[in-house]
Structures are given as C-alpha cells and as structure tokens.
C-alpha cells in the first residue's frame, strides 16, 4: 500500500505539473465538486468550526463560506502538487515576499530567527520559496510521514530550494546544532497542540484555544526574534507575503506575550477572510 502510495503520488505530480495553471484550476473545479458534494469529507466538522467561531452569521452565510473554503481546499491541495515541479523563478512570481529586508536585516547580523506561519493561505509554498528570496538557509519543522518513501521524496525536493525538513521529534537538537549559523527556522503554530500542561490558552475566534508553546519557549531560550509570516491571497494561484515582526527582544516580554501577539495577527487575519484557514480540522478538541 505504501508503494502504490508513493507511486500515486509521482503519478499526479507528473499530471499536475504537465497542465498549464488554468487547466489545473478547472482540474481543481472538477475535485471540489467531488470532494464536497460527492464525498462531503469533514462537512460536519467544518460546519462545526464556522458555525461556532461566528455565532453572527446566519445559515445561509456559513453555507457560503463552506463553499469558498473548499473551493480553496482543493486549489492549495493542487497547488502544493504542482509545486513540486514548479522553477524557483515561477515560485517567486507566485509566493513573493514583500519585504525580505527585515529578515535579511539579521542575517547580516548573523543572528537566526523564527518564522511563525500558520495554516492560512498557500502554507505549503512557504516551505520553498523563502530560501529562494532570503538569504537565510530554512530550517522548517514537520511531522514525518508514516510513509518513508513519501517521506524521503518530500524532504530532497525541499532541499533544492535551500529548507531543510527536521523532524518536530528532534526539534531541541535541531536548534542546538543549528541556531549559531544561522538559520531561519519555521515553526508553524496555528495545530492543535499534544502537551497541554505547557501550552498557552487565549480566546481566539470565539473559543478557549490551547497553543504550541514551543515557538515562544525557543525564543527565549536563544534571545531570537520572532517574525509572523502574514500570506495574503492576491488572485487564484498568487500570494503575497509580508513579514511582521513580533520582537526582536524576547526576554522584554511577559511569558505568553510572543504567543499572544501571534494570536492577534493570525485572527485578525481570519477574520478578514475567512474562508483561507484550515477549517477542516478539529482544532477545538481540547478543553483547558
């Protein structure tokens, strides 16, 4: 099974990547109508999580959302394929930061830092095109898959574009190794998180929400600044990325306060489209 995995996977890379992006957009047209009406995956939880993060909108609104969002589900799913044969120069065209200035600005300084993305917009260009427009070398935590073969693949094509893929296993000896380099490290921190006595809890779009300590808690522990990654849908298949600096002083701060400011700029995000977070996943699971 994990063999036919890999293999389909190569599959709808060599067939994603052939089509032009418009062909791939009526492609995406095609998997929404499936997805959603066909199949209905995680309807009942992505009408869960709308419903109750947005209490003033009626039915027919909620509905409507639902509909943008799995729109956009489908078209961040193909477009994460085609990036894996997308060129660095088409990357930059279509995920461009704003102002590489600022972390540019403490490289030459020849400190590292912490990129906090979350899981809004296309994230998952966000693991390429940085080390393409920042001289920073991207050091971005993930889960691996349970799948060695996927596993393998994904982390040699992140590698040509300068992001390298570390386990969130080894994330303390990720830093050790590398924090005096140095490096940006991307730390997204919008998942639910496994170690709630360690996790910080603000209101965020209308729900008690546990958050990752761990951004926060790296920061300190190296004096790091930390730099919210804001992505911003411009049109279909293009984004713009500004990067917003949350401190450059962590140890100026109360705890919880880089996590908190983090909060901020994600829901303020959210709330002026919302149909570009993650909504199919039950980010509410825990209770404090």
């Not at 509905?63 to 961040?76: A, S």
Request: proline share 5%; charged share 25%.
């Amino acid at each position: 099974m994990k063999i036919l995995s890999y293999f389909f996977l190569r599959f709808m890379i060599i067939l994603v990547g052939f089509m032009p992006f418009s062909v791939m957009y009526l492609f995406s047209d095609l998997v929404y109508f499936i997805i959603y009406h066909v199949i209905g995956y995680r309807r009942k939880v992505v009408h869960a999580n709308l419903s109750s993060s947005f209490p003033e909108k009626d039915e027919a609104e909620i509905r409507k959302l639902t509909v943008k969002y799995y729109h956009h589900l489908c078209d961040i799913s193909l477009e994460s394929i085609k990036g894996f044969t997308m060129s660095g120069k088409e990357l930059i065209r279509r995920h461009h930061i704003l102002n590489p200035e600022l972390g540019d600005y403490y490289f030459d300084k020849g400190i590292s830092s912490i990129a906090v993305p979350a899981h809004y917009n296309n994230w998952e260009w966000g693991s390429l095109s940085p080390g393409l427009q920042l001289k920073y070398p991207i050091v971005g935590f993930y889960k691996p898959l349970s799948n060695q073969l996927v596993d393998k693949f994904v982390k040699t094509h992140r590698a040509k574009f300068n992001t390298k893929l570390a386990s969130i296993g080894e994330t303390a000896i990720t830093f050790t190794d590398l924090v005096a380099k140095p490096n940006a490290f991307l730390m997204a921190s919008d998942q639910s998180p496994s170690n709630l006595k360690d996790s910080y809890w603000f209101d965020f779009l209308n729900h008690d929400t546990p958050w990752l300590h761990g951004p926060e808690k790296y920061a300190r522990k190296y004096k790091l600044p930390v730099v919210y990654v804001d992505i911003q849908k411009v049109k279909r298949g293009f984004y713009d990325l500004k990067l917003v600096l949350l401190t450059d002083d962590p140890s100026s701060l109360p705890d919880g306060e880089i996590t908190r400011l983090y909060v901020q700029q994600l829901e303020k995000a959210i709330l002026n489209e919302p149909a570009y977070w993650l909504w199919s996943h039950k980010r509410w699971k825990y209770k404090r």
